[in-house]
């Protein structure tokens, strides 16, 4: 009998479904995503007895630490550039029907963007809390914002005018006191836009990229296919 609840049942049912019907035959760089779901993407994918020779890049601390536990080799995106992963496998926050997500629940945000865009083809799995009819509809903590640490008060306001509702500095970094800082060294500020229709998510993603100080934003509008589990185990695909 399973143990796992049905929001970790609906994780697991996406992520081995999208592993058996996308993990590419004679792959050979594969890129591992960040969070709770991924796990059981890596966990599948483990469990294959074609993945001996295959590189696995990460996109963060936890990442790292996964395919190493799973007992498959490291890369790393130093090596890579864009169309040299056959596939990435990675968690949402939300995600519309078109596909747009937001990511950087984890502060994983900017490898989960360099690893993906050096994909062939990039792949989320979710559970269907995570399905949105808009961006900002369901995850109201805000579009997560990388930003270097010497430019985030500067961004801070150039955000609220962009049209931010609210800008909040991410706290409960390793030492639980002061922002949080990321596998890169900087600083986060998950920002309020209110629901972002899907014609305006690449318009807003640029505007933010173009502030002084900005990493990189947790708007994609790079997925291929995403996976959505539900709570009784079935699989919905977007
Ligand atoms: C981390 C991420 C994660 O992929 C996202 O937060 C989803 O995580 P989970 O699968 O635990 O819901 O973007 O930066």
Not at 129 to 135: G, R, V
């Given at each position: 009998m399973s143990t796992l609840s049905s929001l970790e049942e609906a994780k697991k049912s996406a992520a081995y479904r999208a592993v058996d019907e996308h993990f590419p035959k004679n792959s050979k760089v594969v890129g591992i995503g960040s969070g709770s779901t991924v796990i059981y993407a890596v966990e599948r994918i483990g469990q294959r007895d074609d993945v001996k020779d295959v590189i696995f890049v990460p996109t963060g601390f936890q990442s790292k630490q996964l395919i190493i536990e799973n007992g498959l080799r490291l890369g790393c995106i130093e090596e890579y550039g864009v169309g040299d992963l056959d596939i990435t496998f990675d968690g949402a926050d939300e995600v519309d029907p078109s596909l747009n997500c937001i990511k950087g629940g984890g502060g994983c945000l900017f490898q989960e963007k360099l690893v993906a865009s050096c994909a062939k083809k990039f792949v989320l799995v979710a559970d269907y809390?995570?399905?949105?009819?808009?961006?900002g509809f369901k995850w109201i903590q805000g579009i997560p914002i990388e930003v270097s640490p010497l430019a985030a008060k500067k961004v801070e306001s150039d955000l609220f005018r962009l049209g931010a509702k609210s800008v909040t500095w991410r706290s409960g970094g390793k030492s639980k006191a002061g922002p949080a800082v990321t596998d890169n060294g900087n600083f986060i500020l998950d920002t309020y836009f209110g629901p972002v229709e899907a014609k305006d998510v690449d318009a807003l993603d640029k505007a933010i990229k173009l502030l002084v100080g900005v990493i990189e934003t947790g708007l994609f509008n790079i997925a291929d296919i995403a996976y959505f589990g539900g709570s009784d185990g079935s699989v919905t695909v977007w």
């Open positions: 809390t995570k399905q949105s009819t808009a961006l």
